[in-house]
């Protein structure tokens, strides 16, 4: 059985007339035999027989207009059996005319929004051209889109204390606005001052001006912007030079026999305590009592007075993978060495981890930073706003010292201390070093160390 | 010259455009079009019209089917195949007081005219100061199963021309009122007709005789607050469709119809952008340098704070229009395609 | 040499009296005296952008221009500089568009010999792309026609243009319309270094006119009464409605395609017999001197006129500003009134 379409003649044809039946019900057909007249938009003509054989069926009336693809007459073929078969589906090339152009199915014309012409019977493919070219990145929570600045900016909001619910955690426009509306969490002004917040804390709302020049680079170069930790950071350093009258006191410390404590105690400590040692412990319990001695070190400058500390709170400048960050331990000054070492480990782990509290980060009295580990032997550090002094713990190196007169080799250390010239003077300074550096020469850490 | 007796129209027609609306008064988007040159021949004796088969033919789509004799071979003005000549003589009646609209039987066929398009009707007035008052127009567009010299989108490279507007209606009102417009405006003028609308859509059209649409105004034609989809033509209702199918899912997508590609109306497209922040840029002229390029570009430059995601273009490639089904549909965007595009943006 | 092929109608048009004789030396000697010293000031350095000498052919150019009435338009190429002169154009105007100042007719938007004059002498402003503007002669000649006008659309084109497409695209078209309209072919022989018989395979160009259905004459343009002849023919045929005509007018191109062109693909002994034997100007003068037409003191006068011409042209030009740079992307749309008001006029007036 075959059935004959209207045919499309025209690219933007979509329906036809039957204007005569030239065949009829029962009325035998040769191949290439004008079926029916036509008439469209563009031309009146004849259609011609596919096949050869015996209309059996006329579905159509004269003078209606269908659209094209329709069913309108079958022909049952010469030999095959008269009975009605699936119809044909409308594909392309179907029963139409010899030259007309492949008839894709119509659509009902008067629909205002068309439908796309079907593929015919093939699946949908999956397009050729380039679609979209959004970008697909891991974690995402570091993303802020233009809109997002622009709007924390004009509503002085803290970013760092929006969860973003955006894929990959972004925070998204609509998060921005949620905060908006309910009245907002803002932060510690916008703004970067002298006496800014301590680093890691909530990052600045508002990012330094963009330059209004290009990037001028040359070939090979790349730009990398700024990741806002970054930008924090350097908001940070750059305060803290250009606000206070930095100088920079060096002493070296004998530390041969903690050398020799901590290789004959370390495995014993790590399997009672479930943290390593370092010499770090040694340093800040050392430097507290240092603080305590010279109460002027353990200050911040607040306009025209300088505030005393009454507890030390010890910053801790850690490495991690977005730069550098300070947890603070907290009343450090109660702590023992073990506590400072537990301590120590845990702000550590968790500052890596991105998991460290804004409590967490604010509030040191005083700086200590180690980077020793990576071979540095002097170091003249950035002070960590608002505290006066920063202290350096460079890498203990085997060196020749004089002893009674005589060369001999002993673990040395350098201990450094970048201080705030407004508010101590170089004796004290000087002093203040020096304690710490008897405290660690002198003091038995091995009764502090709970074994 | 002697007048041919004319056969009214192939298929029986023959009257008067607007004799050619269904019965409920609708005009599809062909018709429109008729309409709009019937009524401007009829209002304005200087407007005439030339090309390849529009007189006693009716137009290789019937556009002009029943103006030869309403109007005289005259002013429907059968030429000879010669494209630069037929831009020429458009150019060269305008400048001695005529409005010429010169019909060329495909947009494709364009480009057998591209020096007197792209050199002498771009640039007269801007060097010597003389209006030309002239309408181009054609067939554009794919979708139809007619290969690379019967489906283009040629009006990136008569846009970079400069100095003609460039006009891409979606649907058959906007269509009569650009045109209307065009052929009253005193500057040159491309007005393409995508075909693959011609008798596909219809709805209701005015029938003032003053019934115009200012040029480079583009329309919102279905409001939305998540992604903008920036768009013309015929993928304005693949957007449409799309975006029908996007809202039974909870996203809710802007349309917003260009109408005029050169010069386009970038107030809208920023409005509709600082409402979404979200901004798709379909087109269906190849993704290298077209229409939806400068417009993505635009909005970068322009909208930048208002971005919660970056611009993105939705285009077919740079291959010439194919032939085969499955190849041209993979060739143009479908509406699945953008409605990946959309869900794609939307969760950025 | 005159090859007359199929004249359809007798030479009319106003009397050539002695007036109109000596107004015709004028003109030809006027495009010989400006392009002697604009070439001299390129070679000098003092006159930005190209020049396109059309010397040794005024003859074509005077006499073609010559038979046009003013509403006529004539659509020329960057060589036909005499031939827009004869139409009447002001010299100073000419000149500052030459220096690009805001008073040359394109304001400043083209320069050199891409001139035009619309509204003033409908001539159409010259572009490079030849024979671009053959297409838009058959547009005026369409419009003329339409609305019943008794005017003619002219062109003129090089014997290099006529292997272009568009030349036979418009010839063709406005014999099937029967448009009132004359082609006119400057045959100087070279196209840029390109030899005639480098650029066609038939002897003549006005032979190719019976292709077309229309008639063609080829004539010596170094007789400029020979070649007004045949335009005054060629113009009453369109006008009376006769239909269009092919005039190829022959000379020789005596300088180099532009400027900086030293020309030695052009046989020194051609050029020399043209120079002394061909020479439009001399012929012409030595004509009217013979006749009776002009005297001695005639050609002195008509010397001094365009000497006094040229200067008071090159003054004005220098004087003349430079177009406000601001205006660079203004009158694109007519809407933005650009060329109907008055144009801004920027700083500085640098010496040529």
């Known amino acids: ?451 | 010259m002697s007048t041919q007796t004319v056969e009214s129209g192939a298929a029986g027609h023959g009257a008067e455009p607007r004799g050619k609306r269904d019965d409920d008064g609708q005009a599809t988007y062909l018709i429109a079009i008729a309409e709009a040159l019937w009524e401007e021949m009829e209002r304005d004796e200087r407007v005439y019209m030339l090309g390849e088969d529009i007189g006693v033919y009716g137009g290789a789509f019937k556009v002009t089917e029943g103006f030869i004799d309403r109007f005289g071979p005259d002013r429907v003005m059968d030429t000879p195949i010669a494209e630069e000549t037929i831009v020429g003589m458009a150019v060269g009646s305008a400048m001695e007081g005529l409005r010429p609209v010169a019909e060329f039987q495909y947009a494709d066929f364009m480009s057998s005219g591209f020096d007197e398009i792209t050199t002498v009707l771009s640039r007269y007035h801007y060097r010597a100061g003389v209006p030309l008052p002239v309408v181009l127009r054609a067939p554009s567009g794919g979708g139809v199963r007619a290969s690379s010299f019967h489906s283009i989108n040629p009006e990136p490279w008569y846009a970079y021309a400069g100095g003609i507007k460039i006009m891409c209606p979606a649907f058959p009102s906007d269509a009569k009122g650009l045109l209307k417009s065009a052929v009253r405006d005193d500057n040159p003028s491309m007005f393409l007709e995508h075909k693959w609308i011609y008798r596909r859509i219809k709805e209701q059209v005015p029938t003032e005789p003053d019934f115009l649409v200012p040029i480079s105004s583009a329309a919102v034609k279905r409001e939305g607050t998540d992604v903008s989809v920036i768009t013309y033509g015929a993928m304005v209702h693949k957007a449409l469709e799309a975006a029908e199918s996007l809202a039974q899912r909870g996203v809710s997508a802007e349309v917003v119809d260009l109408r005029t590609v050169y010069p386009y109306d970038e107030e809208t497209v920023l409005r509709s952008i600082e409402k979404t922040a979200h901004a798709l840029v379909l087109y269906e002229s190849y993704r290298f340098l077209g229409i939806g390029s400068e417009v993505a570009a635009m909005i970068a430059e322009k909208a930048f704070e208002h971005l919660d995601a970056p611009v993105v273009r939705l285009a077919p490639p740079n291959v010439p229009v194919p032939f085969s089904p499955p190849l041209e549909d993979a060739f143009l965007p479908q509406v699945a395609d953008i409605e990946a595009a959309v869900d794609r943006l939307a969760a950025w | 040499m005159a090859t007359k092929l199929e004249p359809d109608a007798a030479p009319s048009g106003r009397p050539l009296t002695d007036d109109r004789l000596k107004e015709i030396y004028y003109y030809l000697a006027l495009g010989r005296y400006f392009d002697e010293r604009m070439e001299a000031l390129y070679r000098q350095g003092r006159l930005p952008g190209a020049i396109y000498s059309g010397r040794g052919q005024e003859g074509t150019h005077v006499g073609v221009a010559f038979a046009l009435e003013p509403d006529d338009s004539l659509f020329p190429t960057h060589r036909d500089l005499t031939a827009q002169l004869t139409k009447g154009l002001d010299l100073n105007r000419v000149m500052a568009q030459f220096w690009g100042r805001i008073d040359g007719y394109l304001r400043g938007r083209d320069g050199n010999s891409h001139i035009g004059d619309w509204y003033g002498h409908r001539t159409y402003a010259v572009m490079s792309h030849l024979p671009i503007a053959y297409p838009v002669a058959v547009g005026a000649a369409l419009a003329y026609q339409r609305k019943g006008e008794r005017r003619v659309a002219m062109a003129i084109c090089g014997d290099g243009a006529t292997s272009n497409g568009r030349w036979h695209e418009a010839i063709n078209t406005s014999a099937v319309f029967r448009l009132p309209v004359v082609w006119v072919v400057n045959n100087n022989q070279f196209a840029y270094s390109t030899p005639n018989a480098k650029e066609f395979a038939v002897p003549t160009i006005a032979e190719r006119a019976a292709a077309y259905g229309i008639p063609g004459v080829r004539v010596d343009g170094a007789d400029v009464l020979e070649v007004y002849a045949a335009a005054q023919e060629a113009v009453d045929r369109a006008r009376d409605g006769g239909g269009p005509t092919l005039i190829e007018s022959v000379s020789l191109r005596w300088r180099g395609h532009a400027g900086h062109d030293p020309a030695k693909y052009v046989p020194r002994e051609l050029l020399e017999h043209y120079m002394l034997s061909k020479d439009p100007v001399k012929n012409f003068e030595t004509y009217l001197r013979e006749q009776g037409v002009a005297t001695d003191d005639d050609i002195d006068a008509i010397t001094a006129r365009i000497e006094r011409e040229f200067d008071e042209g090159f003054a004005f030009a220098q004087a003349s500003p430079f177009p406000e740079p601001g205006d660079v992307t203004k009158g694109w749309w007519v809407e933005d009134g650009y060329w109907t008001s008055d144009p801004g006029r920027g700083g500085g007036t640098e010496t040529g």
């Open chain 1, 1 to 451: 059985m075959t059935s004959i379409q209207m045919p499309q003649l025209g690219e933007t044809i979509v329906e036809g007339t039957i204007l005569k039946w030239l065949k009829h019900e029962g009325d035998a057909v040769v191949r290439d035999e004008a079926l029916f007249e036509i008439s469209t938009d563009k031309v009146d003509t004849e259609v011609p027989s596919p096949v050869a054989g015996t209309v059996t069926k006329i579905l159509v009336d004269e003078g209606a207009t269908v659209p094209v693809g329709t069913i309108v007459m079958e022909v049952a073929e010469e030999g095959a059996p008269a009975v009605a078969a699936a119809p044909v589906a409308p594909a392309p090339a179907g029963a139409a005319a010899a030259d007309a152009p492949p008839a894709p199915a119509a659509e009902p014309v008067g629909v205002v929004v068309a439908s796309s012409i079907p593929a015919p019977a093939a699946p949908v493919s999956q397009p050729a051209h380039v679609a979209a070219s959004v970008p697909d990145r891991g974690p995402r929570s570091q993303i802020l889109s233009p809109l997002v600045r622009r709007l924390a900016r004009e509503h002085s909001l803290d970013l760092g204390q929006i969860a973003g619910t955006g894929t990959g955690g972004r925070i998204t426009k609509n998060d921005v606005l949620a905060v908006i509306a309910s009245g907002g969490t803002t932060a510690a002004p916008a703004v970067v001052t002298a006496t800014a917040p301590d680093l890691g804390t909530a990052e600045p709302a508002a990012p330094p001006a963009a330059a209004a020049q290009p990037i001028q680079l040359g070939v090979g170069d790349e730009a990398v912007p700024m990741t806002h930790i970054r930008r924090a950071i350097a908001e940070h350093m750059l305060a803290s030079t250009q606000a206070t009258a930095r100088a920079w006191t060096l002493v070296e410390v004998n530390v041969d026999h903690l050398v020799r404590l901590r290789e004959r105690v370390k495995d014993d400590f790590e399997r009672k305590h479930g943290v390593k040692l370092t010499y770090l412990p040694m340093v800040v319990r050392a430097t507290v009592d240092a603080l305590q001695a010279f109460p002027d070190v353990n200050a911040r400058l607040d306009g025209e007075n300088i505030v005393r500390h009454r507890l030390v709170n010890m910053g801790i400048a850690v490495s991690y993978d977005a730069g550098l960050i300070v947890p603070v331990i907290k009343g450090v000054d109660g702590m023992n060495t073990v506590g400072v070492a537990r301590a120590i480990a845990d702000l550590a782990a968790r500052a890596r981890a991105h998991q460290l509290t804004p409590d967490e980060v604010q509030g040191a009295t005083f700086t200590i930073t180690n980077p020793g580990p990576y071979g540095s032997v002097a170091s003249v550090p950035i002070i960590n706003q608002p505290n006066v002094g920063i202290l350096s713990f460079d890498a203990i190196v085997k060196r020749a010292v004089v002893v009674d007169d005589a060369i001999a080799i002993r673990s040395m250390v350098n201990i450094s201390m970048s201080w705030d010239h407004r508010v101590i003077d170089g004796e004290l300074a000087t002093r203040f070093l020096a304690r710490v550096r008897q405290n660690l020469e002198t003091w038995d850490f091995a009764e502090d160390l709970g074994l």
